[in-house]
């Protein structure tokens, strides 16, 4: 931190720190760390076989263990809000007109950035 900028962050368990956890205060905090910290784009290659697929079906899995099926994708590619210290993995399974869904591919390789990459400069006010 330079000067007298602190992070959100800091702000946040400041809050905490002098407040306690009343209810707004902790409605508050748990709005703040909802929000994600990077949106990420992850695309895939259309199968080249098989009927034409018309959506897909994404599942995000969070720490190797929350798994997540996002509403359905219309095109190969989607924005992924990920957190400081999380790591995610994704796959995808496409859906044809009919709306049968294919097999998933394979999990992607882990994602995510380390606690200690340093925050985007918007989230410190800059």
Same mark, same amino acid.
């Given at each position: 931190?330079?000067?007298? #900028?602190?992070?959100?962050?800091?702000?946040?368990?400041?809050?905490?720190?002098?407040?306690?956890?009343?209810?707004?205060?902790?409605?508050?905090?748990? #709005?703040?760390?909802?929000?994600?910290?990077?949106?990420?784009?992850v695309s895939w290659a259309a199968p080249t076989d098989g009927t034409a697929v018309v959506s897909y079906v994404v599942e995000v899995e969070v720490n190797g263990r929350d798994i997540?099926?996002?509403?359905?994708?219309?095109?190969?590619?989607?924005?992924?809000?990920? #957190?400081?210290?999380?790591k995610y993995r994704v796959r995808v399974a496409g859906?044809?007109?009919?709306?049968?869904?294919?097999?998933?591919?394979s999990w992607s390789a882990p994602y995510g950035t380390e606690i200690t990459d340093p925050p985007p400069a918007a989230l410190l006010g800059q």
């Open positions: 931190m330079n000067g007298n #900028k602190i992070s959100p962050l800091v702000r946040v368990f400041l809050v905490v720190a002098v407040l306690g956890a009343a209810t707004g205060v902790t409605a508050l905090i748990l #709005k703040y760390l909802d929000e994600p910290d990077l949106m990420v784009p997540e099926t996002l509403d359905p994708v219309s095109t190969e590619e989607f924005m992924l809000p990920i #957190k400081y210290g999380q859906v044809d007109a009919q709306n049968v869904q294919g097999p998933f591919s």
